[in-house]
Structures are given as C-alpha cells and as structure tokens.
C-alpha cells in the first residue's frame, strides 16, 4: 500500500521538553484517515511537521515521497487546515479566493466561487464576521481549492455546533468523492471519525497503539464477559486490551483474528468508541517492544503498532 505521510522515530523538542519523541507512522494513500489521540499526544505537532511548518529535532517524515519542506512544488501538494481553521478577519470572502489564487499556480478558481456560492457566502462579508462554520468551510474551500493530493485537517471541527459540523463533513465527503484527495483528519470527536473515515489511527505518547481498516478494526476486536477467570487461561492468539472484573464476573475486550469457540463467554461487537478508548486507556509503558501488523502478544497490553 502507498503511503502519503511516513515517519521513522521523528520528534520534535522546545528546549528539554519533547513534543513528540520516537513517533513511527503510516499512513496510506487514498483513504480518509482519522488521527485520534488524547490532549499532549503530539498529534497537531505531528500535522504541523507533515506541512512543514515545523522542521523535526529528531528522525524522518516523508510526505508524498519528499520532505515538506522541500520547496513551492511540493507545498502545492497538501491542503492544511489548522485548529480554529484561521482565516484572514479583515479580508472578504473574495479577496481570500483571490489571495488563494495569487499564491497557488495549481488554483481552481471555477470550484472555489462555485463553493462560495453553494454555502450562500456573501462574497463581500469579511471574513471576521462569519460564524465558525462558515469560517471553517471557508478555509476548507481555500485548501481544496488549490487541488492538493494530500488534505490536512487539524481538529477543524471542535468548536462548531452540531448542525455546522455536520455540514462541514458532508462538504468534505463530497470533496473526497469527486477528487480522489487522500485525507488525515485530527479529531476528539469519535462519532464524527466514525461518519467520515475508513482508515484509523491510534497515537498516545507519540506512538501509535493501533492502525487500520475501521472494518477490519471493528471485525477482530469483542466484548467478552462471562464467570470471574484469570485472563492468562484465554486462548493464545485472544489478546486482552481492557479487562474489569468484579466478585464474580469478567469483563474483557480482546483483539483476535479467530472466532471466540469458548462457550462460557458472552460476546458481543464493540464499537468505534469501545476500541478507541480502550487502547487510550491502556498504552503500553515505552520500553515495551513494538509490535507488528498482524502480531499477537500475551499482555494484558497490547504491544505498539509502530
């Protein structure tokens, strides 16, 4: 599988504190790929090497072959929108359109007024008087505008109201339908990962604890519970990622490949929720050893996915 972002133990420090450390990632072409993580995690310092606008202190980063920081063509390439998707207040609607088309040779003037016109913008507003959503759908038109291959989304939707984030993922749903961009979108917002993206990204203490198919992910990984029993005695390819128990009962989540034969188990599915708050709370120490696509282990922690 292609990749359009590829990391090697990159990291990034401000003095004697490291924002992100020993970070090794994937992540695949022609996908729509959700990057969650909790507060610290490194994620936004991780997008913010991926478009070059932070240089790494340690490691590599490759994006679509070449380091981001490579020159004009290869920042023609990726569309970014940061947190907060920051836009100019004291410019219009329309000088921004012209702003994008000064500075992008690869600029599609005909989809960005087209845009602006189906979200009702009034090309003479400034931008400092649009609501949150229309800003952020504002910024999204400038970076797709510029007919990236790569589109960056930095939790561009955290502070919007229900209604306005729902627009603005079925904006870019219908933007990935029509022009074949590969998307990493950063986002706390599990539900909305879960609307928008088949590809998934666990990172935590800059290491990604798990990646892959959402389908696939949700296809291994049960919610078993059953009497109180060691999980040491489970079969060797059922990994345990969250286990509880009370006086009498067990509870686990487990990662396999197999079907679950033992009779005295519950099983059920889990969901997107389920399994990415599982492997958040339950990262593995750093000295553990990495483990590989389609490994196993016997801890009750799973290994890193590197």
């Known amino acids: 599988m292609t990749q359009v972002i590829s990391t090697h133990e ?14 090794t990632l994937s992540v695949p072409e022609g996908k729509v790929v959700g990057l969650v993580g909790p507060n610290g995690a490194g994620k936004s310092t991780l997008l913010h090497l991926a478009v070059g606008l932070l240089t790494p202190s340690a490691g590599t980063i490759d994006v679509l072959g070449a380091s981001p920081t490579e020159g004009s ?6 569309g970014f929108v940061a947190q907060d998707a920051p836009v100019y207040a004291g410019l219009s609607v329309a000088q921004h359109l012209r702003m994008g088309a000064y500075l992008n040779a690869t600029w599609d003037h005909r989809f960005a007024e087209s845009r602006v016109g189906q979200l009702d913008l009034d090309p003479r507003q400034r931008a400092g008087s649009l609501s949150g959503g229309q800003r952020a759908q504002l910024a999204l038109t400038i970076a797709v505008a510029k007919r990236p291959e790569l589109l960056i989304l930095d939790e561009p939707v955290a502070s919007m109201d229900p209604l306005a984030r729902r627009e603005f ?3 870019l749903m219908e933007i990935v339908a029509h022009g074949g961009v590969s998307v990493l979108l950063s986002s706390h917002l599990i539900g909305d990962l879960e609307r928008v993206c088949d590809y ?4 935590a203490r800059s290491r990604v604890q798990l990646a892959g198919e959402v389908t696939d992910l949700l296809a291994t990984h049960w919610r078993l519970s059953g009497p109180r029993r060691d999980p040491s005695s489970l079969a060797a390819d059922q990994v345990v990622i969250e286990e509880s128990h009370t006086d009498k009962q067990t509870t686990l989540l487990v990662r396999t490949e197999q079907a679950v034969l033992d009779p005295t188990w519950t099983i ?3 969901t997107l ?6 492997y958040l709370s339950n ?8 483990l590989g ?10 290994g890193v996915v590197r």
């Open 10 to 23: 990159v990291g990034k420090r401000y003095g004697h504190k490291w924002a992100l450390r020993d970070c």
């Open 73 to 78: 063509k290869q920042l023609s390439k990726v």
């Open 169 to 171: 993922l079925q904006s």
């Open 200 to 203: 998934l990204i666990i990172l």
């Open 268 to 270: 059920k599915p889990v």
């Open 273 to 278: 929720d389920d399994l990415v708050l599982a």
């Open 283 to 290: 990262p593995p120490r750093p000295e553990r050893p990495a």
């Open 293 to 302: 696509a389609g490994q196993s282990s016997r801890r009750p922690d799973l």
